[in-house]
């Protein structure tokens, strides 16, 4: 089946830091991608939506500076963490999609931890 | 604005015994509902997708209901065992936007022994 590989799976990186995040989907070709954050025992809640070849969109009050999304081909996009803080340790999660009418299919999650 | 919530939020059971998980959502105008599955520190993996004309999907142990009219749905789950201990959310598709799901809060399930 189809899988989305993401990583790291977990980093730790110093506050004012930059951390990039990838998303690949290992054996179908996604022009549509998301990224989630998730805090503890919350939901996730989507940051953007990342569209081969063309800007993100970001969600209402999700910083498009600080969370910089590229999505340069059909199998990767990246989540780059600018100038990390620690209000911004979360587990990010990002999905793919197949065809418009598949389920999504989600990486395993990356933990960020700011210190 | 779509709000899902899901009741219980933790739910405790000994094996063996069937469970539903109840979710809810308040705009109607849906797309499809997914169930997924999430554990500690894990992604999500999906469990049942039931497209807004469908009442019910099924895979096993699990069954999925949609009422989308009364904007409810419930996950049942017969004869349950220690591995079903997860987080389970639902998910709504609103129509008209690919794939932008929103989650509800989740049910942290604990089944044992």
């Known amino acids: 089946g189809a899988v989305v590989s993401q990583h790291p799976s977990w980093v730790i990186c110093k506050s004012g830091t930059s951390v990039k995040i990838e998303c690949r989907s290992l054996?179908?070709?996604?022009?549509?991608m998301f990224w989630y954050r998730q805090f503890p025992k919350q939901s996730l809640m989507l940051m953007a939506t990342?569209?081969?070849?063309?800007?993100?969109?970001?969600e209402q009050g999700v910083e498009k500076d600080k969370f910089l999304i590229n999505h340069a081909s059909l199998t990767l996009s990246t989540l780059t963490v600018t100038s990390a803080h620690p209000e911004d340790s979360s587990f990010y999660i990002c999905?793919?999609?197949?065809?418009?009418?598949?389920?999504?299919?989600f990486g395993n999650g990356t933990r960020l931890t700011v210190t | 604005k779509q709000e899902v919530t899901q009741i219980p939020a933790a739910l405790s059971v000994p094996e063996g015994e069937n469970l539903v998980l109840n979710c809810s959502f308040t705009d109607s105008a849906i797309y499809n509902l997914q169930w997924f599955r999430q554990d500690p520190g894990k992604g999500l993996t999906s469990l049942l997708l039931?497209?807004?004309?469908?009442r019910e999907q099924t895979s096993g142990r699990l069954n999925a209901s949609l009422d989308k009219s009364s904007g409810r749905s419930t996950l049942y789950i017969a004869a349950s065992q220690p591995g079903d201990s997860a987080t389970y959310l639902c998910?709504?598709?609103?129509?008209?936007?690919?794939?932008?799901?929103?989650f509800g809060t989740g049910t942290r399930l604990q089944v044992t022994l």
């Open positions: 998910a709504v598709q609103p129509t008209g936007t690919a794939s932008k799901l929103t």
């Open positions: 054996d179908f070709q996604a022009t549509t």
């Open positions: 990342s569209n081969e070849g063309s800007k993100a969109t970001y």
């Open positions: 039931i497209q807004s004309s469908q």
């Open positions: 999905s793919a999609l197949d065809r418009g009418d598949s389920p999504l299919h």
